[in-house]
């Protein structure tokens, strides 16, 4: 059983002016079930027509999520539908009853992925049929396809030949990347090749109309996954066999504007090398580690028609060298002599790193997660080769993770002797979430026995959450699309969370939220490793039911668990645990705007690592400087200083630049007026 225990890019015209007035809303508590969402799933697409092949899913920020799904509605032409469901379990009333579009064109078209694009809608992306083309739609958060956008997707990869296995990266300021593979220099000579758009379907200047090729070497390269950069480029990752090897994995970093980063060879950088002629790997993906870098997880399989694929990670510089602590080969997350076969790389979303997969340690193989610090090591309750997500019998297929935002993770996989789904809450230090059952909850009680559900997909719903689609086969003379929503107390309400952590080398701030306000007294507590808990204070209370403590009793480079109690109904009550390390010196960071969109002046928090000259400044969208201010002179440590003082600052974007010692960090902020 489980226990319960740089810079920013030389700016070339103002082309990211339709990006101004970017909105944002409050989010509902994730904390308490919501009525509205069925007990089965909330039926997405039930129509004749809808096809089982991996339905994608996006959160919308605000608690709800975006499904994208192929369907069928003639019987001969294969196309894609988008639907939103919103945070109260109810289909979006602006939107077409049986979802939008994303696409009628002729043939058919497969859908490959589906990103948020920050506004409460989504991009979508496909290859096309019989030429084998790249495709993307923008559909906004009315349902309604975004102007500029043709109403049956635009051409992103139309090069001779196939374009395929396209991925998506949203740019963080309403615009998205587009990577895929592409045969245009000859059959089976696949290259990748990326492209960059702005929210209106018009391409960042400086990136060529066909895409931009990222590698081109000899041979193969295949499956590109992206992840940001943190700077406003990306990092573009594929398997290779330029080099008569199998497997190799190289990656590039291209620039918002379409450039390769200085010091990137034209043809990408060698992150690892091959195993030999039958080794092969398939990256499964890349993820910020918010310095600048990013963490890359793969599978490896060691022969022809060997079952002993493996699970690995390594976490890269912005310069694309191996972070210190990272063996050269990658950490083995599971290298057990049976097959692991890895399915999902998410953000802890606290600066580390999750990874899912199917594990046949044991006979029938379960699902196992391992979550890594930056450092390189298993955070604290994390076992070597991972923990078990369910004491469930039975095989558990394709597990797919997504962050709970406080270092835990939501995993849903499919169960296979009853063909059905669970799905579980792991807190950060790697055991059941309170009020979660050892082997996770059936994402559908079926009363007959009969039903079947598969593919599935989980994504944040933004506001500590998760929400998972998949295939139903309930009705059997047709494929269906359902969606559910989880929170954070699973099948028992959870009052108090912890929304917020902020450690640095001399205090650590918490913040947890009480939706409900009911909470009139609560005291923090804190453990080291392999010590019992021990009250530290009072939190304190501002009025809009958040509890706030900061503990200045720390040590840099020690392991702290930190919760919250409070008594409910004459009996203790407890939030759940989580586990912070305390950094042993300070980062150089920037969080950005406080509150982002803002209103007037703008509050900046960041920190700087030394006492050397820095500079903080504020730029328009064509890169001109606003205001700048020399900030070294407050020396190591966190600040929040603001920006514009005189109160004339116009509504629009601008962008937040932080400069110390040749290092730049970058930031989006939003004045609304």
């Given amino acids: 059983m489980l226990a319960h225990s740089r810079a920013l890019p030389a700016a070339r015209g103002a082309f990211l002016a339709l990006l101004i007035a970017i909105a944002s809303c409050l989010a509902p508590s994730p904390l308490r079930a919501q009525a509205q969402w069925a007990a089965n799933g909330v039926p997405v697409c039930v129509i004749p ?5 991996l339905p994608q899913v996006c959160g919308d920020g605000s608690g709800g999520a975006l499904v994208a799904w192929n369907r069928n509605p003639t019987q001969t032409d294969q196309n894609i539908y988008v639907h939103r469901v919103l945070s109260s379990g109810l289909l979006a009333p602006s939107w077409p009853p049986k979802g939008t579009p994303a696409t009628r064109a002729p043939a058919d078209q497969w859908l490959t992925d589906i990103v948020a694009d920050g506004q409460g809608g989504a991009f979508v992306v496909w290859f096309d049929f019989p030429n084998y083309d790249v495709y993307a739609q923008h559909v906004l ?8 956008w043709p109403v049956d997707g635009l051409p992103v990869g139309v090069a001779p030949r196939t374009q395929w296995e ?22 089976f000579q696949e290259d990748v090749y990326v492209q960059h758009l702005m929210a209106d379907g018009s391409r960042v200047p400086g990136w060529p109309e066909n895409g931009l090729g990222v590698s081109t070497a000899p041979e193969r390269q295949i499956v590109p996954v992206l992840g940001s950069d943190g700077q406003g480029g990306c990092f573009v990752v594929w398997t290779d066999s330029r080099n008569g090897i199998g497997g190799e994995i190289f990656a590039q970093r291209v620039s918002w504007f379409g450039e390769i980063a200085a010091g990137w060879p034209p043809d990408g950088k060698q992150i690892i090398s091959g195993y030999g002629v039958y080794a092969g790997r398939h990256i499964w993906g890349v993820v910020p580690d918010e310095t600048g870098g990013a963490y890359i997880g793969w599978g490896v399989s060691h022969g022809p028609f060997a079952y002993d694929d493996d699970v690995f990670a390594i976490r890269i510089l912005e310069d694309g060298s191996t972070a210190p602590g990272w063996p050269a080969a990658g950490f083995p997350v599971c290298a057990l002599n049976n097959t692991q076969y890895l399915t999902s790389v998410v953000s802890d979303g606290v600066g580390g790193v999750l990874l899912a997969w199917y594990d046949n340690r044991t006979n029938p193989g379960v699902a ?8 390189g090591t298993p955070a604290p309750g994390w076992q070597q080769n991972g923990n078990r997500v369910s004491d469930l019998p039975g095989y558990h297929f394709a597990p ?6 406080q270092g835990g993770v939501y995993v849903a996989f499919q169960e296979a002797f009853y063909a059905t789904g669970h799905m579980q809450h792991m807190t950060g230090s790697g055991i059941l979430a309170p009020g979660w059952p050892s082997p996770g909850l059936p994402i559908v009680n079926d009363p007959t026995g009969s039903w079947s559900q598969q593919d599935f997909q989980v994504t944040s719903d933004g506001v500590g959450g998760a929400v998972v689609t998949w295939d139903d086969a309930r009705n059997e003379t047709q494929n269906q699309i359902y969606a559910q929503r989880y929170f954070g107390g699973g099948p028992t309400p959870v009052l108090v969370s912890l929304v917020s952590v902020e450690a640095l080398t001399d205090r650590v701030a918490l913040t947890w939220h009480d939706p409900s306000r009911a909470v009139s007294e609560a005291t923090v507590y804190r453990r080291r490793e392999g010590e019992d808990w021990a009250a530290l204070g009072r939190a304190s209370f501002d009025g809009t039911g958040r509890l706030r403590y900061e503990d200045r009793g720390v040590v840099p480079g020690e392991r702290l668990a930190y919760r919250l109690g409070w008594m409910e109904s004459g009996s203790d009550q407890f939030s759940a645990e989580t586990w912070i390390d305390v950094p042993r010196s300070l980062a150089f960071a920037l969080e950005g705007a406080r509150p982002n969109p803002a209103v007037g002046p703008l509050s900046v928090a960041f920190t700087l690592p030394q006492a050397e000259a820095a500079t903080l400044e504020l730029l328009d969208v064509a890169g001109r400087q606003v205001v700048a201010r020399e900030v070294g002179g407050l020396g190591p440590g966190a600040h929040v200083i603001r920006l514009g003082e005189c109160g004339c600052t116009p509504p629009g974007m601008y962008w937040v630049r932080l400069t110390q010692s040749g290092r730049s960090l970058l930031k989006r902020a939003v004045v609304v007026k």
């Fill in 49 to 53: 027509g809808c096809s089982g092949r």
């Fill in 141 to 148: 958060g009315n349902g309604q396809i975004a102007p500029g």
């Fill in 166 to 187: 396209a991925r998506l990266l949203p740019d963080g300021a309403g615009g998205v990347f587009v990577a895929w593979d592409d045969e245009r220099a000859g059959d």
């Fill in 368 to 375: 196992y997660v391992q979550r890594l610090r930056p450092d």
């Fill in 400 to 405: 797919r993770a997504s962050p709970d935002g």
